[in-house]
């Protein structure tokens, strides 16, 4: 029998490495904030020595700015995507609100890390991040505009910036209910906050 291998490519063992260095970056600078935390120490819970991490990323920073940069990139594709695939805006919701809770109970580190540390990415990596920002919650205020007309965009972008705070809302609550527990809950509450946006 013939036995198929696949070799990994420098190109993707790059990329697997990158992201290893990013997801323990994001857990050390949630637990001990990011100036708690030297390149060393990176370099220690991925098993190299500090200075080994500057192939990969120039500095502290710019580690920083790309573990944002990242995850605001990935949520705003993933949203877009999302809503071109929902057949209409109460499915186009229900995969917005899927989305967002995959990634909360997922990433409680990154949530914990942007709202805190969001002031220590350099600019102009910081301006990227809040156009992003800003347009993964355009295709939330596009959709509620969908299912309620005649609620003014200012009152849904409010709602909706309400919802995210109820859903990574995760990082004080990890461990209470298993995620496939937590996440019906959590798709429930932010349904029946986001219905109030109308009245």
């Known amino acids: 029998m ?7 490519t420098p190109t993707r063992e790059r990329r697997s490495r990158r992201t290893e260095i990013l997801d323990a970056a994001a857990e050390l600078f949630a637990a001990r904030g990011f100036h708690g935390v030297s390149i060393e120490d990176i370099g220690g819970a991925v098993g190299t020595s500090g200075p080994a991490l ?8 710019a580690l920083l700015a790309e573990m944002l940069l990242d995850i605001s990139e990935r949520l705003h594709s993933s949203a877009a995507e999302r ?14 609100l899927a ?22 990415v350099p ?17 939330w205020v596009t959709v509620l505009s969908e299912l309620h007309p005649g609620c003014p965009p200012p009152r849904l972008r409010a709602a909706t910036h309400a919802v995210f705070g109820l859903l990574n809302s995760t990082p004080h609550s990890a ?10 809950l959590l798709h429930a509450m932010a349904r ?5 946006a109308r009245r």
């Open 2 to 8: 013939r036995v198929v291998t696949t070799a990994r």
């Open 123 to 139: 600019e102009p990596a910081r301006r990227r991040i809040r156009r992003l920002q800003r347009l993964y919650v355009e295709e």
């Open 83 to 96: 809503v071109t695939a929902a057949p209409d805006a109460e499915s186009a919701l229900d995969a917005l």
């Open 192 to 196: 029946a906050a986001l219905a109030e």
């Open 54 to 61: 500057y192939r990969h990323f120039s500095g502290k920073e």
């Open 175 to 184: 461990g209470e209910l298993p995620p496939e527990a937590m996440a019906p």
């Open 99 to 120: 989305g967002q809770i995959e990634f909360a109970l997922s990433h409680p580190a990154l949530i914990t890390v942007h709202d805190r540390e969001l002031g220590n």
